[in-house]
């Protein structure tokens, strides 16, 4: 059993008072109406203007990116609205700042976006998610990140399966289980990458789940941008995939119909799909445990610091190996 460590909470100093003050010393003047949005890792809310209007701040987490990583991401939206694709970027304040200092604090305002977050389903809206994914890979391939990090095994692997061995969040007697099943999986991940050969690398949305899509009458736009990173393309298609082997086929060919009427698509990507989920994966467990102190991962996540979760897992990875000795999903 973990202990929850209260000196380690990064927001608890983030009170209503703080947020305001901090908006009405840009010149946004709120009513007083603040709404807490759903978000673990950063803290965001929709705040009512004194005009009956609404905008959305975004405070980062202390320690997570640097500034200078932070406006990359900001750079890298801005980028995509100037090119008329449906993102959300960081209003300017004073000499152009997308990224305002308040009391030990960053944050940054957008304008507020409605929609919902969609169901994927259909030849349609897939082809559609695959014609917008492309024309953001399309811009994020002209030049690369200098200050975000790329997505690959040392990072998104061993380093997280490191921190988890080595904190005491795993059960005792499942420590041993979970050591060897991760330390296969990850060389199953690296037969993948190796099958796959040098890949090109761009920026990406980097989390391109259907939670971070949301969608209007005029089609689907991404709101968060904080996981971008560089990497392979299929890093932003293969979460969009669901169902069996056969169902995930057919998904994937609508996607890519859509992908290649704006940018191509190298096929021996195909073979990072079960590897990129399995790096996920061991990423999404070290990701809980290196927030555990912050109240809100306990609240969110109760059934983390349970035997069963890590049986689960256990599991989970087992199937991972198994499914990454497969040959890659086929195109059409």
């Known amino acids: 059993m973990t202990v929850m460590n209260t000196n380690l909470t990064p927001f608890s100093a983030l009170t209503p008072d703080i947020i305001l003050n901090a908006l009405d010393n840009i010149g946004l003047h709120s009513d007083g109406r603040l709404l807490a949005l759903n978000s673990y890792e950063n803290r965001v809310y929709q705040v009512g ?4 209007s609404f905008i959305v ?3 980062y987490r202390p320690e997570r990116w640097t500034t200078a990583a ?28 997308t990224l305002i200092h308040a009391d030990g604090f960053r944050f940054s305002v957008f304008p507020r976006q ?10 349609e809206k897939l082809e559609w998610m695959g ?7 399309a811009i994020g391939a002209l030049k690369p990140f200098k200050e975000r990090p790329t997505l690959n095994i ?11 061995l080595a904190n005491n969040f795993i059960p005792a007697d499942l420590l041993e289980a979970y050591r060897s099943v991760s330390e296969h999986a990850l060389a199953g991940a690296r037969r993948c990458f190796e099958r796959a050969g040098q890949m090109k690398s761009l920026r990406l949305h980097g989390d391109c ?12 736009h991404f709101v968060d941008f904080d996981d971008s990173r560089m990497g392979p393309a299929i890093q932003d298609l293969w979460m969009l995939l669901s169902g069996d082997r056969a169902e995930m086929t057919v998904q994937l060919n609508h996607l890519l119909t859509g992908y290649r009427t704006f940018y191509d698509f190298d096929s021996r ?3 990072l799909i079960e590897a990129l989920r399995t790096l996920r994966l061991i990423h999404y467990s070290a990701w809980i445990a290196r927030r555990w102190d912050d109240p809100a991962f306990p609240m969110a996540f109760p059934w983390f610091d349970t035997p069963r979760y890590w049986q689960d897992r256990i599991i989970e990875l087992r199937e991972q190996i198994a499914l990454m000795d497969e040959g890659p999903l086929e195109l059409d």
């Open 49 to 52: 203007m004194a005009d009956a």
């Open 209 to 220: 789940y259907p939670g971070n899509i949301l969608w209007t009458d005029d089609g689907p």
């Open 114 to 123: 409605g929609g919902r977050v969609p169901e994927l389903e259909g030849r």
């Open 131 to 137: 014609r917008f994914i492309a024309r953001i890979h």
């Open 154 to 164: 040392a990072g998104f692997g061993d380093e997280p399966r490191a921190y988890l």
């Open 70 to 97: 932070i406006l990359e991401e900001h750079a890298f939206i801005r980028e995509l609205f100037e090119s008329e694709i449906p993102v959300v970027p960081a209003m300017p304040f004073g000499n152009n700042q």
């Open 57 to 59: 701040t975004k405070f």
């Open 269 to 271: 990507e195909l073979h």
